[in-house]
DNA sequence: GCGGTTTCTGGGAGCGCTCCCAGGTGTCGG
DNA sequence: CCGACACCTGGGAGCGCTCCCAGAAACCGC
């Protein structure tokens, strides 16, 4: 970025909307932001000359003068080409923006990839952003709690196994799971396992602790647990290797729905069916569970939602308003379908 | 944004880094930009400053006196909602941060939506940004002819329809559904028809004329038209039409798999089998084409390159390279699978 | 009518950087 | 030994805005 992005791009300056409308610098600037104390004839003075001037304000001069960026950070904390397919990620993508719609926030997306995590911070602390919103972490990723203690203001989404104190985000897992599991049991399954997530991720530990606690209030053991890693293949094998250990099994709970779909090929490759012989609730709803073969049970929960809570934290925290929640938990919801 | 935000954020500045150093402004700014003319013992000096102030640069103030942003923005003119879930938007999201890694320049990712189109072209020309890659057109769009014309270096990705002269990237459409009706010829279809995109859309219509081109050279009547709009009840409702408009059809070009996957279950209700008495070939290649009944042989475009490549041109352009091809279109590939 | 308050206005001083220019120091050829 | 030309360095002047302060004007009640 040399020579052409050099060109200062034309365009009226404060000063000449200023001189156009008669007023002072500092009367034009009160417009513009929608301070009080502007009488109504330099106000619209004010706005008839930016109209025929087709003057915008200049963000970076603003921006350094007001020590306020007016944009947010999405920051992605993964792999790139994994998370943009992911229907999590454009859940959340989608209400962040609808959050931000009619505010004058502008959404900055950055993804950090290895190497270049120390770019990553000093961009986000070098002020270019008033806050951010960090999605997706792996098992003890320190990046929230390195960004938080540098003094940015930043909201979490999913709970973070690293740096307490940071504010979160999550959809509550721990019931979501725990309603799953009632229900398998309210169905009157006797012999239920999990494929839990990975061991790494909040989000896998609250899923398994939600269906243990499940199993224990109705007496059952909680021992028939596989893993898996959030794939339709770990969802598939996790599911054989249940079998293997027990037959018997006539109900499991699959922390994510992309896992249950593995899971439901290998029962129905073992000539179980669902729900007769076994009954399967997963998590997430994803729009292919709907259309699973057979539809699938599952826990709703709402990643739009999510990334609204999340984006209302922040601007809450950003517009300095007190009485904000540290974290936040949003419901889940069972959807009876017909896999249990 | 009022209070909190406005906590100036800590940190060390330029001038700091400078008297650690034992050197002047000037001379960090150099290292910091990777000017030349800077001594080994200078630049050795500052990298050591940088290190143990932590200091980082502030983005807004580079800006402001450089004239420069080191940001593009990606817009996508759409409704926020249906395109975020597109797996077009994920594939172009991939390649452009693909080509942007590693270099210093941030993705500002804008939606325009209804009515805000004017803050939208505020921001944009505001100079936050150096350069802006537009997607997801409709119809003949104003947006990109009005921010070329305000100075603002772009990419629209997918040709335009209106404002000739701004540089586009695209899928080669024409050729792309050129290859699909040869092929439908080659394995012996003698009533083909098309499922064509939007009117109102390049892509539709550079489909279209591509199937109609093989249909000319084969000298075969290209009359069998119906239009859809990139739904599958759309490709359905095509569907329906063009088999009563004509039983006979032996092969049908659909110009989306998604509108492909609503034709081939109306092709099934109909007791049609594919592809003995039809063979269907679609455009996109996306992941449902390979698992739909039956895999569908389509053609695949390259959206992560699009991305990339869409990229790569804008921050040539940037980079004031000349020699810049204006528009480039990319090329497609017959996958054959089961369908035809 | 006068102090006190509220409303409104303008100018000055930066925000933290990059650019430009002036000048210093070294190296080389004549 | 001196000019020409590299190389390297520092300071000043902004970039275009917001904030702060001082002060003018309008309004109030007693």
Redesign the pocket.
């Known amino acids: 970025m040399?020579d052409a992005s050099?060109i200062?791009?034309p365009?009226?300056?404060?000063?000449?909307?200023?001189r156009a409308a008669?007023?002072?610098?500092?009367?034009?600037?009160?417009v513009?932001?929608e301070?009080?104390?502007?009488?109504?004839?330099?106000?619209e003075a004010v706005h008839q000359a930016i109209l025929t001037l087709g003057?915008?304000?200049?963000?970076?001069?603003?921006?350094?003068?007001?020590?306020?960026a007016n944009a947010i950070a999405l920051v992605v904390s993964e792999q790139a080409g994994r998370v943009l397919s992911d229907p999590f990620f454009a859940g959340v993508l989608r209400g962040v923006h609808a959050e931000l719609s009619g505010r004058r926030v502008q959404l900055v997306l950055m993804m950090s990839q290895q190497g270049d995590e120390q770019d990553l911070i000093s961009y986000l602390v070098?002020?270019h952003v008033d806050g951010a919103l960090v999605i997706s972490l792996h098992g003890r990723d320190p990046l929230p709690l390195t960004l938080s203690e540098a003094g940015l203001p930043l909201v979490v989404g999913g709970r973070p196994l690293a740096g307490k104190g940071v504010p979160y985000v999550d959809s509550d897992n721990f019931n979501g799971a725990l309603e799953a599991a009632r229900h398998l049991v309210s169905v009157g399954r006797t012999c239920i396992a999990t494929i839990a997530g990975a061991k790494d991720m909040a989000v896998g530990m609250d899923r398994l602790s939600g269906w243990r606690r499940g199993m224990v209030e109705a007496g059952r053991p909680a021992d028939l647990v596989a893993y898996g890693d959030f794939t339709p293949e770990s969802g598939a094998a996790a599911m054989r290797d249940l079998l293997d250990r027990n037959p018997g099994i006539d109900g499991v709970f699959v922390a994510a729905d992309i896992m249950a779909l593995g899971a439901l090929q290998v029962l129905h490759a073992h000539g179980k069916r669902v729900p007769d012989d076994v009954a399967v609730v997963g998590f997430d709803d994803l729009v292919s569970a709907a259309t699973s073969v057979p539809p699938l049970t599952t826990i709703r929960q709402d990643v739009e939602q999510l990334g609204r809570t999340m984006t209302w934290r922040l601007l809450g925290e950003l517009a300095g308003e007190d009485g904000l929640p540290p974290s936040l938990l949003l419901p889940t919801a069972l959807i009876k379908r017909a896999s249990a």
Chains 1, 2 share one sequence.
Request: glycine share 10%; net charge positive.
């Open positions: 040399t050099r200062r791009r365009g009226p300056r404060l000063e000449e909307v200023a008669g007023v002072s610098r500092s009367t034009v600037s009160r513009i932001n301070e009080p104390y502007v009488s109504t004839r330099s106000r003057y915008s304000p200049n963000q970076a001069a603003r921006t350094l003068a007001g020590s306020r070098g002020g």
